[in-house]
């Protein structure tokens, strides 16, 4: 079920890693968008074409059966009709506290500290706006058992999972953010999963919004998996409505 909470790229999910167990996952992603939401909420034609390139690395690993560290880093690159730019986004590190944990069901806290780069360390704000951040999330999640399980047949999935989170990310140089993200997973036989997901927030004092949306298929090979999927923005205010391809290689230790 780490593997399964892992694939969200929000921040650590509510299942910890086992003591001395690990993954890392490396993402990339092409954003781009011709319109964007404007400060009412409604779709309208951007000045240029913008542009998201986006290279990251996740890591995780347990350092007991109830506490995971964590490191999120990238590298940028973009363009709008102002400005062009390529370097390093927002690197962060933190802790994941496993509070409460059964067969099916667990929850975490998790804090963690970014340093910003000279990327965008906001999706709605110019490259290099923004220092660095705190942010504690608190994750709940729930695993379910194979679809003849519960009534769906011998042809439904084999098991499934939700993830919910909710984080409070407390900025320097840009306002105050909440969040709230939820995953819901598939597995289709013993080698192939799909994810459906959503990230929202919203910055403080009637600042942007967003919410989008993504869809991935993941195949495992082992101890490696590769992801491939779809993101899209359906909603905001002053953001973007970026969409693209989202790739990943994850490899588990």
């Given amino acids: 079920m780490a593997l399964l909470a892992a694939a969200s790229p929000a921040g650590a999910g509510p299942w910890a890693q086992p003591?001395?167990?690990?993954?890392?996952?490396?993402?990339?992603?092409?954003?781009?968008?011709?319109?964007?939401?404007?400060p009412d909420g409604v779709l309208a034609e951007l000045p240029g074409e913008r542009r998201d390139t986006v290279a990251g690395v996740f890591a995780e690993y347990g350092v007991t059966d109830r506490l995971t560290v964590q490191f999120k880093g990238d590298w940028q690159s973009g363009e709008d009709a102002f400005v062009e730019f390529e370097?390093?986004?927002?690197?962060?590190?933190?802790?994941?506290?496993?509070?409460?944990?059964?067969?099916?069901?667990?929850?975490s806290l998790y804090a963690g500290y970014?340093?910003?780069?000279?990327?965008?360390?906001?999706?709605?704000?110019?490259?290099?706006?923004?220092?660095?951040?705190?942010?504690?999330?608190?994750s709940v999640g729930r695993s379910f058992g194979s679809a003849s399980s519960v009534g769906l047949g011998r042809w439904g999935p084999s098991g499934t999972f939700i993830d919910l989170q909710a984080a409070r990310r407390m900025r320097q140089g840009l306002p105050d953010e909440t969040r709230i993200d939820a995953t819901a997973g598939a597995h289709l036989g013993e080698d192939w999963m799909v994810l459906a997901q959503a990230f929202g927030g919203q910055a403080d004092d009637g600042g942007p919004q967003w919410l989008s949306v993504e869809a991935s298929?993941?195949?495992?090979?082992?101890?490696?998996?590769?992801?491939?999927?779809?993101?899209?923005?359906?909603?905001?205010?002053?953001?973007?409505?970026?969409?693209?391809?989202?790739?990943?290689?994850?490899?588990?230790?």
């Fill in 19 to 38: 003591k001395g167990q690990g993954q890392w996952i490396v993402k990339y992603e092409d954003m781009r968008a011709d319109r964007g939401f404007d």
């Fill in 87 to 107: 370097g390093r986004g927002p690197i962060e590190i933190g802790v994941t506290w496993q509070v409460w944990r059964d067969d099916r069901t667990a929850a």
């Fill in 114 to 138: 970014a340093d910003g780069g000279e990327g965008r360390n906001a999706g709605y704000a110019p490259p290099g706006v923004g220092d660095g951040d705190w942010e504690v999330r608190a």
């Fill in 217 to 253: 298929v993941v195949r495992d090979l082992g101890d490696w998996s590769v992801q491939a999927g779809w993101r899209q923005a359906v909603a905001g205010r002053e953001t973007p409505e970026s969409a693209g391809p989202v790739i990943a290689v994850w490899r588990r230790f």
